[in-house]
């Protein structure tokens, strides 16, 4: 079945490092990418997203690409904050059926001033 | 009410006893997502529903059910609850499947003793 492996937590950085999270897929056809992210004790938001091979997803400095080559879709962000510090999620949409979101296992992601 | 609500917030339950968490959204989204979060494991579905009036099964439905009854409410009963049900819970709505963003809503954290 389809399934998301992202990089194992946790990550520590200074604030204005550069950030990326790596993230590859298995999935039957073309499914849709996600990046979502999950504050302190709230709910998952959706921070970006790319449907098609190539497409770039971009939201508050932070960016993913599409790659069908190498089935991935890496997070980056040039320059991290503090209040960047939350866990971040790869998800693909299930073409299947409900068209069911699969979520990678989280990162956790600290950034020290 | 703005976007998903779910109650309660917070639960510690016996074991045995019968529980239901409750689900709505004010948003018209014809679709509605019940998952687990566990440490290390992510998110993982448990039923879902592509609109009113139907469900469906997903990873790990095993000790749960659920209802749709109307487009807004969706809530999930634990018939008979035991400690590996001890988890958070998330409920989300999208539009409708596949490429489009689920809204996530703040979560209930069950503890089953």
């Known amino acids: ?43 998952l938001q959706l921070l970006l997203k790319a449907t098609k091979a190539d497409d770039k997803g971009s939201n508050k400095g932070f960016e993913a690409t599409y790659r069908k080559e190498t089935t991935s879709f890496h997070l980056e962000k040039g320059s991290v904050q503090v209040s960047d510090s939350a866990v971040y999620f790869c998800a693909l949409s299930d073409l299947q059926g409900a068209q069911k979101l699969v979520f990678g296992q989280g990162t956790r992601l600290t950034i020290n001033p | ?25 004010d948003m018209r989204h014809n679709a509605m997502y019940w998952y687990r979060q566990d440490l290390g494991l992510g998110l993982r579905l448990i039923h879902y529903s592509n609109t009113a009036g139907t469900t469906g099964k997903g990873e790990v439905p095993d000790g749960y059910s659920v209802s749709r009854a109307n487009t807004d409410d969706f809530p999930l009963t634990l018939a008979s609850a035991v400690p590996s049900q001890t988890s958070v819970y998330f409920c989300a709505s999208s539009v409708s499947g596949g490429g489009n963003e689920q809204f996530f809503g703040p979560g209930t954290r069950l503890t089953v003793l």
């Not at chain 1, 079945?1 to 604030?15: A, H, R, Y």
């Not at chain 2, 998903?4 to 689900?23: E, K, N, Y």
């Open chain 1, 1 to 43: 079945g389809d399934s998301v492996t992202q990089m194992e937590g946790p990550v520590t950085l200074s604030e204005e490092a550069f950030l990326t999270i790596n993230c590859t897929y298995t999935a039957t056809g073309y499914p849709s990418l996600f990046w979502y992210v999950q504050y302190p004790g709230e709910g």
């Open chain 2, 1 to 25: 009410i703005a976007g998903i609500t779910q109650a309660p917030t917070s639960q510690i339950l016996a074991a045995g006893r019968r529980m239901t968490l409750r689900c709505t959204q």
